[in-house]
């Protein structure tokens, strides 16, 4: 296990030393070599890691290596440390596999890119930071890992930097996950003044003498950290404009990996959320909230990577449902199967813009008046993207319907029948949006989709690899829920037929829907769009939240101007300058004493004498 | 001890060095037309010489009714004669006049310092005044040197004047003249020594009789100015403490059961208006020469609340801050008129750029500067360093905190000065840096600038309080 | 007789470069001399180890109490090497500069009084190292400045002369008062610890003091001394204004305030520990709305000067060592943001925002540099910044949860301060008027002095360990929680 976790590190740190130091001056072109070995080097160990955790050869499923002691002052001590247990090497697994699917399908994507090695350097370090996050064995250490992917995210959607809204969009992203942090620090200063220790297992081991209060705040902090990396409700604003990036980094960091973390953050500290439910019952709610909402959004929007976008803020919710509702191992699964199936459906989605990149002069994502009618020229990507709709929707025999089916079980072990069916809503939902897409994008051109596709083809061999791979895993990944309970040491997943039943049909009504707006009714997306702009707006603006929180920013930036000019620069800073022309204004009233004749002199001479004579004698 | 004992030559030893010089000098200038400067000056210093020497090396304290000689008022003198000194060796002016002037005016201080007796003090102030008013008139006159003449003769005059009132009152009171009874103070002595009070701030140039300062300051030369700044005020600040002091068994160590309390009630306030008053006078002056003369208004201000302080606590040390002080003013208001002698800078815009021009005499007066201002490195900060802690010792806290706000005020167009000298372009009235003391002058120049160095050194001041009491 | 060297050297140094006839010689000399003390200094450390260093006085106390003391505690020990360092990279980074030689012996004058003050152990040697230290800031700010040197020289001066006073008669009354409690007239520092001195009089005196200090860091109220003087200073100047002379009153308080008055501090938490999240606040915020880079980052110091107040006035050990941490990251993050905003100035003469544009693609390895400091200043975790502003909060976490969770938010607004302006100059497009076009990129010089701090702020974040050893004893000597 040592030398697994030393590859861990090693290998990403030595190719992005080797990238920056060697390929940046003399084969730029060539940078991916020494990223792509690593991803397999890091892929292969955790696949191991995860076996070894598997087989039982590790104590109690969890593996703890104390690194180097950071820092020490007075009561409390940092140490770094790795932990490896079945939570942490089942998801290490899912990200370094589909990290190395997207550095290969990135390869081909960002082929004739002119900084194509300041690309890849960035995003393998990414890769470096999601890794030391998913290992960190305690929470300060996973917030250096986090705030680490934080600023990969910043970077990355900001790549194509001559763009104005690549630059908003990747300085709204670190921002609002900025503020999130804020929250996660402030749980950890908590821990750190009452437990003086932030160690998982000492925090966990120890939660008894936490005051209810500290808890119970540290419990919501935790949530509001969490919340921003995974675009819950609030603080979900910067995802759908994270869409500005290169396609393999909304691939990757936007749907499969990084969006992920704050879903395993809650996964992670599961022993002290079950010691406040009140917090429980409010992430449930949150999640809830956050997933119909953006399944409404993510039906009515016409850009691709917009829909992807928001089903990925809705499959999170969803996530959270299942964190809420207590079910670990239900969020986990769906955690890995989402991630195959959403980093299958944003590479079609990227070779779909690849292929019609001569139409969209540059634009980084296609919209839905450009495609149409693709499935002819585009056979391979059309049936993966079937695949992974279907896999989303939930349909049987692929991974989505084992892991969200494990969910609304555990929704509906909890017995609140609101919650199962709004769960089932969901799900329909899902099925709505996908199927959508894949009926606009792909079947049957209408009369609103003119734009050019003669010369749309099939994207190189290089990206349709991790394409057809990813298909296989989406596909086969409903059949990793064993070992991975056994991993995570919860019990075996049994499928309920009712709720499976329930489940299905939910996803089928999804797709008949799709079906009748889409194909029936060729042109009903754009009708209706015309009927209601009012409905158009709302919905483009995320219910009004979008445009909210930009008022909020920009009337934080009004009170710092107002702030550095009319108080700093008009009023202090004059005032302090004033008290020096003040004393020279005294000066100048004070020669009004006397104009230099001598007779004032004397008379001031003989004032002054008597003056003091009466206070001398009078005051005796 | 009744008037008729004889007074013993002895006592007056530096007194007759000073008038065999002045007789000599005068000598000089009856030889020949136009009569020799340079001797004339030599014997001038040989004399102040032996009168310092004298001091150091003379008889012991004794005193009679007139006069006395030793003891701590004596210590002023040491004073006197360096700022006579420094005077001699800056003023190249031809002719002897200057210079016999000077002796007078010197032997006019060494009698207030000997005095014992009130009439001795009179003539003693007198004999201090009287030659000033013709030295402010100087060789080469031109309407403002007349004019700053008269308006001294007559506000001298009208001081002398008011002394005299005073000294017949106390007369009528107390029915001797010795310096004072030992009768218990009554309104009509506290009278007297109001008066006569005035008199001595009049010379000080404390805030409501300084009015002739500035005009005399700017129009007489450069060195007089200096002179009469450092010499004149310290005879001030020796009278107001004979008086404020009272009886004449004044042992050597300055303890002062002050006789006459509520003379010190109302200092503090004078001293805070004349701090105040001086600095911000002088924030807004266009002449070097005029903003120095409200900056020694501004300095006689800390030099009076250093005498409350002294008076007021009655400690024997508070003294040797007096002391302290009046040696550090002496050296660095000295270096900064010769500067201004030498350099031939009277307004604030030839010093536009003057660093640029002749950088090491631009130094030299930014340390002076910097001294007068109070910044550490220097004697001047160690000097308003030992006032203030004197303060806060006392029970003048608030005075501390004036004294403090004061030097901020003066460091103000202290630093505004060396600002227009480094900082700044030449401008077109900016001389063209030539600086050549004479030896002598460069001597002193040294010395003043070694002196101001002395900050790093905070027992300077119990060195200079057991040097001044051997 | 090591500690007197600390001090002694520069200013001998400073009168001989003084004298040099040529100004490629002073420079030289100058150079060569603030890197044999820098390895000086760093030497220092072994006979510190051995406790060598505890006390080193001279002469004998008068009746004043005063006497020629020097001693060095971890703490201090870090500030000697902070501005040795930043005295060497600030004469390094002024090399092509044209100036007379009085430039490079203000310098060395400036570190010899930074030395005396933070080797001082005697109040009154203490005092005056600190006003000496006025000096030569003034004729560097006025001498070499920029356009508005000439007011923002005095005002420096002015302003910071009255936080001097408050200083000496905090002084003078707390020495008074001590010795009309105990009989005993002393100005060491040792030995003034834990002064029975109480009642309003203390209070008067505290105040006095904290005023004195507050004036230096700059505390809020009194802060507007610093963007004049940052704008108006040369490169190398705000380097050394920002890097260690903001560190005095720091310092001071970490010296003078906390040992004397021990429970005045602990009362002080809510004004101080208050004022110091103010300026946390304040100083981002007006960072934002800035559009001078030079003036931006010296609203940064503000704000990271906010952050050690804070670790300071928890009076945990963690918040106390986090504190001067903090102090050394400062240093090293804003002086190298100043030098890097000096070498733009120093190719284009302009400083505004919106002046330049796409220089990542013009000058990569400036933009590599410029980005790198950036993040260790607005607190990325790995770089030194967020070690710093950790400690601080978790120091003061113990104290007062409040006054953390406002601090936190100063960290959200270092982003919102530091991010648009990296996009203003690097990634936005160049504007008509912008002075991108044919600005050469850093050359071995300029990057050799970016590497050094580069390498110091990699260590400083990912292993501040050894560094925190050398603050803790210190540290923990002050704490009280």
Request: proline share 5%; glycine share 10%.
């Given at each position: ?620 | ?131 000033l008013y013709l030295l402010v008139y100087g060789l080469r006159p031109d309407k403002r040197k007349l004019e700053a003449a008269v308006k001294y003769f007559f506000t001298g005059g009208a001081a002398s004047g008011l002394f005299l ?306 | ?204 005196t505290y105040a006095a003091l904290a005023l004195g200090f507050a004036v230096k860091i700059p505390v809020f109220p009194l802060h507007n001394w610093l963007p004049d003087a940052h704008t108006e200073a040369p490169a190398a100047g705000s380097v050394m204004l920002a890097g260690s002379m903001l560190k005095m009153g720091l310092f001071g ?229």
């Amino acid at each position: 296990m040592q030398t697994a976790a030393l590859v861990l590190f090693a290998a990403p740190v030595s190719a992005l030393l080797l990238g920056f130091f060697v390929f940046r001056r003399w084969r730029p072109e060539k940078t991916h070599w020494p990223m792509l070995l690593s991803c397999a080097a890091v892929t292969a160990a955790s696949l191991w890691m995860c076996v070894r955790i598997h087989d039982g050869f590790i104590p109690d499923n969890v593996w703890e290596l104390p690194v180097y002691r950071w820092a020490c002052a007075g009561s409390f001590v940092l140490e770094f440390g790795l932990r490896v247990d079945g939570l942490s090497a089942a998801v290490l697994g899912m990200v370094s596999l589909v990290s190395t699917l997207i550095h290969l399908y990135a390869v081909g994507y960002m082929a004739e890119d002119r900084s194509f090695n300041r690309f890849f350097l960035y995003f393998h370090f990414f890769f470096l930071s999601m890794v030391g996050l998913l290992v960190a064995d305690n929470y300060l250490q996973m917030y250096v890992f986090w705030e680490g992917v934080g600023l990969a995210s910043f970077l990355l959607i900001g790549f194509w930097y001559e763009k104005a809204s690549a630059r908003a969009a990747a300085w709204k992203a670190f921002l609002t996950n900025r503020i999130g942090d804020l929250g996660f620090m402030l749980a950890v200063f908590l821990l750190l003044s009452s437990l003086g220790t932030v160690r998982f297992t000492d925090v966990f081991a120890r939660l008894g003498d936490l005051p209810h209060g500290t808890l119970y705040a540290v419990a919501f902090l935790l949530f509001m950290g969490a919340a921003a990396k995974s675009a819950q409700f609030p603080l979900h604003v910067w995802l759908p404009d994270a869409m500005e990036g290169p396609t393999p980094v909304s691939a990757l960091m936007h749907a499969a990996t990084m969006v992920t973390a704050g879903v395993f953050l809650m996964a992670r500290s599961m022993p002290l959320l079950r010691e406040v439910p009140g917090v429980l019952a409010m992430i449930a709610l949150v999640g809830l909230m956050t997933s119909l909402g953006a399944a409404a959004v993510a039906a009515t929007r016409k850009d691709l990577k917009r829909v992807l976008a928001y089903s990925t803020v809705s499959q999170l919710g969803l996530m959270m449902v299942a964190i809420g509702t207590g079910n670990l191992f239900g969020a986990v699964f769906h955690l890995i199967t989402h991630g195959f199936f959403k980093a299958l459906l944003f590479l079609c989605a990227g070779s779909v813009i690849h292929a019609l990149h001569e139409s969209l002069n540059g634009a980084p994502t296609a919209s839905v008046d450009d495609a149409g009618g693709l499935a002819r020229k585009l056979p391979v990507t059309f049936g993966a993207f079937l695949i992974g709709a279907l896999a989303l929707s939930g349909i049987p025999p692929l991974a989505g319907f084992f892991s969200k089916d494990n969910i609304l079980e555990g929704v509906h072990a909890t017995g609140s029948l609101g919650l199962y069916l709004l769960s089932l809503l969901v799900a329909a939902g899902s099925s709505v949006y996908i199927f959508r897409l894949l009926f606009l994008a792909f079947l049957g051109e209408r009369p609103e989709q003119r734009g050019p596709k003669a010369h749309a083809h099939e994207p190189g061999f290089r990206m349709k690899v991790p394409i057809l791979a990813l298909a296989v895993f989406s596909a086969a990944a409903g059949t990793l829920g064993e070992p991975l309970a056994k991993m995570l040491g919860a019990a075996a997943p049994h499928l309920d037929l009712s709720i499976s039943f329930a489940a299905l049909g939910a996803a089928a009504a999804g797709i008949l829907l799709a079906w009748w707006a889409a194909m029936r009714r060729p042109s009903f997306d754009w009708k209706w769009r015309r009927a209601q702009p009012e409905l158009e707006r709302i919905l483009d603006d995320d219910f009004g939240w979008q445009s909210f929180t930009a008022a909020c920013a920009g009337r934080v930036a009004a009170f710092s101007r107002r702030l550095s000019d009319s108080w700093e620069k008009r009023s202090w800073d004059p005032f302090t300058e004033s008290l020096a022309d003040t004393a020279v204004g005294l000066g100048e009233n004070l020669t009004l004493l006397s104009r230099g004749a001598l007779n004032e002199y004397l008379w001031w001479i003989v004032v002054g004498a008597s003056v003091l004579a009466g206070a001398v004698t009078l005051c005796f | 001890m009744n008037a008729l004992t004889p007074v013993p030559l002895s006592l007056l030893a530096p007194e007759i060095a000073v008038t065999l010089a002045l007789a000599a000098a005068l000598a000089v200038g009856m030889k020949s037309r136009p009569s020799n400067g340079l001797l004339a000056r030599a014997f001038g210093a040989l004399g102040v010489l032996a009168g310092l020497i004298l001091f150091f090396w003379g008889p012991a304290y004794s005193d009679t009714w007139l006069l006395r000689s030793g003891g701590v008022a004596r210590a002023w003198q040491v004073f006197f004669h360096l700022a006579a000194l420094f005077f001699l060796a800056a003023h190249e002016a031809r002719g002897e006049r200057p210079v016999a002037l000077l002796l007078g005016a010197l032997l006019g201080m060494d009698l207030l310092a000997a005095a014992n007796d009130l009439f001795a003090l009179f003539i003693g102030l007198e004999l201090m005044s009287l030659p000033l008013y013709l030295l402010v008139y100087g060789l080469r006159p031109d309407k403002r040197k007349l004019e700053a003449a008269v308006k001294y003769f007559f506000t001298g005059g009208a001081a002398s004047g008011l002394f005299l009132f005073g000294l017949s009152v106390w007369y009528a009171e107390t029915g001797t003249t010795a310096l004072a009874p030992g009768g218990l103070p009554s309104p009509g002595t506290s009278l007297a020594l109001a008066l006569m009070g005035s008199a001595a701030l009049f010379k000080i140039g404390a805030v409501p009789f300084h009015f002739w300062l500035p005009d005399v300051y700017e129009a007489s030369e450069p060195e007089l100015s200096a002179f009469m700044s450092t010499a004149v005020k310290a005879a001030g600040v020796l009278l107001l403490m004979l008086l404020s002091i009272g009886h004449s068994s004044f042992d050597p160590l300055g303890g002062s059961g002050a006789a006459f309390p509520n003379l010190g009630a109302w200092l503090p306030a004078v001293s805070a208006a004349t701090m105040t008053y001086g600095n911000l006078m002088a924030l807004r002056q266009r002449s070097v020469r005029r903003l120095l003369a409200f900056s020694s208004i501004a300095h006689a201000g800390v030099l009076l609340a250093a005498l409350w302080v002294w008076q007021d606590g009655g400690h024997g040390t508070e003294l040797s801050t007096l002391w302290f002080y009046l040696g550090a003013y002496l050296f660095m208001n000295t270096g900064a008129f010769l500067f201004l002698a030498l350099s031939g800078i009277s307004e604030v815009e030839q010093l536009k750029g003057y660093g640029a021009r002749a950088p090491w005499p631009a130094a030299f007066f930014a340390l002076m500067l910097f001294s007068l201002g109070g910044v550490p490195p220097t004697a001047g900060f160690l000097a308003k360093f030992y006032v203030i802690w004197d303060l806060l010792k006392g029970s003048g806290a608030w005075l501390a905190a004036a004294v403090a706000l004061n030097s901020l005020l003066g460091l103000g167009y202290y630093l505004s000065l060396v600002r227009t000298m480094t900082l700044d372009e030449p401008g077109p009235r900016t001389p063209d840096g030539s600086f050549c003391p004479s030896a002598a002058a460069g001597l002193v120049l040294l010395l003043c600038a070694a002196a101001s160095l002395l900050g790093f050194i905070p027992e300077a001041r119990e060195w200079l309080f057991t040097l001044l009491t051997l | 007789m090591l500690l007197t060297w600390l001090w002694l050297a520069p200013a001998l140094a400073m009168i001989v470069v003084w004298a040099m006839p040529s100004r490629g010689l002073a420079r030289g000399t100058a150079l060569l001399f603030s890197l044999g003390l820098f390895a000086y200094s760093l030497w220092l450390l072994a006979p510190y180890s051995e406790g060598l260093l505890h006390l080193e006085e001279l002469g004998v106390a008068g009746p004043l109490g005063i006497r020629y003391r020097l001693s060095v505690d971890g703490i201090a020990l870090s500030l000697c090497w902070l501005s040795a360092l930043l005295t060497v990279l600030s004469l390094a980074a002024s090399w092509k500069a044209d100036v007379p030689n009085a430039f490079w012996a203000s310098f060395l004058g400036l570190e010899a009084a930074l030395m005396g003050v933070f080797c001082a152990r005697d109040l009154f040697y203490f005092y005056l190292f600190w006003d000496i230290a006025l000096i030569p800031m003034f004729f560097i700010i006025g001498l070499w400045g920029s356009s508005g040197r000439r007011k923002a020289s005095l005002k420096f001066v002015l302003y910071t002369f009255l936080g001097s006073l408050s200083l000496l008669i905090g002084l003078l009354a707390l020495v008074t008062l001590h010795h009309q409690a105990t009989g005993v007239w002393t100005w060491d520092m040792s030995a003034l610890e834990k002064t029975p001195i109480a009642g309003r009089a203390a209070l008067w005196t505290y105040a006095a003091l904290a005023l004195g200090f507050a004036v230096k860091i700059p505390v809020f109220p009194l802060h507007n001394w610093l963007p004049d003087a940052h704008t108006e200073a040369p490169a190398a100047g705000s380097v050394m204004l920002a890097g260690s002379m903001l560190k005095m009153g720091l310092f001071g308080f970490l010296r003078v305030l906390l040992p004397v008055f021990p429970d005045l501090s602990a009362a002080a938490l809510p004004v101080l520990g208050g004022l110091g999240v103010v300026n946390i606040l304040y100083g981002a915020l007006c960072a934002m709305a800035q559009s001078d880079l030079k003036r931006l980052v010296a609203f940064t110091s503000v704000s990271h000067l906010g952050f050690c107040l804070v670790g300071l006035f928890s009076l945990t050990a963690a918040g106390i060592a986090g504190a001067s941490l903090q102090m050394l990251n400062h240093g090293l993050s804003t002086g190298g943001l100043f030098l890097l905003v000096g070498m733009l100035y120093e190719r284009a003469h302009r400083r505004g925002l919106n002046d330049f544009g796409e220089l990542a693609s013009r000058t990569p390895i400036f933009a590599f540099f410029f980005a790198f400091i950036l993040l260790s200043s607005i607190g990325l975790p790995g770089l030194n910044g967020f070690v710093g502003e950790t400690m601080c909060l978790a120091g003061m976490a113990k104290a007062s949860l409040p006054l953390t969770a406002l601090g936190l938010i100063g960290t959200v607004l270092a982003a919102a301060y530091g991010l648009p302006a990296f996009q203003a100059v690097f990634w936005a497009p160049a504007g008509p008027g912008s002075a991108s076009p044919g600005l050469a990129d850093l050359d071995l010089r300029e990057r050799l002095i970016l590497w050094t701090l580069v390498a110091l702020i990699l260590w400083l974040g990912l292993y501040p360990r050894p560094m925190l050893e050398l603050l803790e004893p210190a540290a923990s000597a002050l704490a009280q929680r």
